[in-house]
């Protein structure tokens, strides 16, 4: 079970509670750019899509429940790829990812008991966006 908080947003990877998201960074959505000038450019470079949609990595902060740092650890250790669900008032996000960064936040002087954890996923592919 995840620290108590009235915060709306959870976290779960490979269908264990990670626990409750303070801050979500959003994952971008993103293309790359191919150079396609040439002799008829008129000396302009010109660049199209590559085709290709790539997501870029997603930053949580996380209050976690006692226990769960070492197994986010030996599952980043581990290269750990599974199911990643981040749910809100507003959309659930599904997608396959690992983490890439965990880093334990300093102790909180009003509330000591609370873990709090900085946790960066990286998306392998593609994203499940629904509204709630």
């Not at 303070?22 to 750019?33: A, G, P, S, W």
């Not at 070492?70 to 983490?99: H, L, Q, R, W």
């Amino acid at each position: 079970m995840s620290g108590e908080t009235n915060y709306g947003a959870t976290l779960t990877k490979g269908g264990n509670s990670i626990g409750d998201c303070i801050v979500i960074d959003f994952t971008e959505l993103k293309t790359n750019k191919v150079q396609v000038t040439s002799h008829n450019s008129n000396g302009k470079r010109e660049w199209i899509p590559d085709g290709l949609i790539g997501l870029e990595d997603i930053t949580l902060s996380v209050i976690v429940a006692s226990g769960i740092l070492p197994a986010m650890y030996a599952e980043m250790e581990a290269g750990t790829k599974s199911e990643c669900v981040i749910t809100d008032n507003v959309d659930s996000m599904t997608f396959d990812g690992f983490y890439t960064s965990l880093k334990k936040e300093a102790a909180d002087a009003q509330n000591p008991d609370v873990i709090k954890v900085t946790v960066v996923l990286s998306p392998t592919g593609d994203i499940d966006i629904v509204s709630l």
